[in-house]
């Protein structure tokens, strides 16, 4: 078990930087007016995000919390990227739903409106996502 528990948090800055990926690409999809294959880029997105929250909850509730091993002077700057992801990620789930939701009911416009705030808001999230995994894991020397 310790050994699942130790690779998840690599698998989950894999799948949320292959996400955040996904939303880049389903954005300029949309915007050459390929609807279809924008969709799948966003359903694929959605599901590997769906999956990192799945693993994320997974790996906090059978070890616990990471804590910040870096230099006295890097915790502010990492504390205020934590901030920022976790306030932001919190945001975003409500956001996702109901961007997805209005897409497919084929009410555009509102689509539109409200996916032009949530995929910003989504790209930050995972790449802030992955910058906190490498700052929990960079090897600080002693």
Do not use: C, D
Not at 10 to 15: C, G, W
């Amino acid at each position: 078990m310790e050994r699942i528990l130790a690779v998840l948090p690599t698998v989950n800055a894999i799948l949320i930087s292959v996400s955040g990926l996904f939303i880049l690409w389903g954005i300029r999809l949309v915007r050459r007016g390929e609807r279809e294959k924008h969709q799948r880029a966003m359903l694929t997105a959605t599901g590997l995000t769906s999956l990192f929250l799945i693993l994320y909850v997974t790996r906090v509730s059978l070890g616990g919390l990471s804590t910040f091993a870096g230099p006295t002077w890097l915790r502010p700057v990492y504390l205020a990227i934590l901030i920022s992801h976790f306030t932001l990620a919190i945001v975003q789930t409500p956001l996702v739903v109901i961007t997805l939701w209005q897409g497919f009911r084929g009410v555009l416009p509102s689509h539109r409106r409200i996916g032009r705030v949530t995929w910003p808001i989504w790209v930050y999230v995972s790449a802030t996502g992955v910058l906190v995994y490498g700052l929990l894991r960079f090897p600080y020397p002693s």
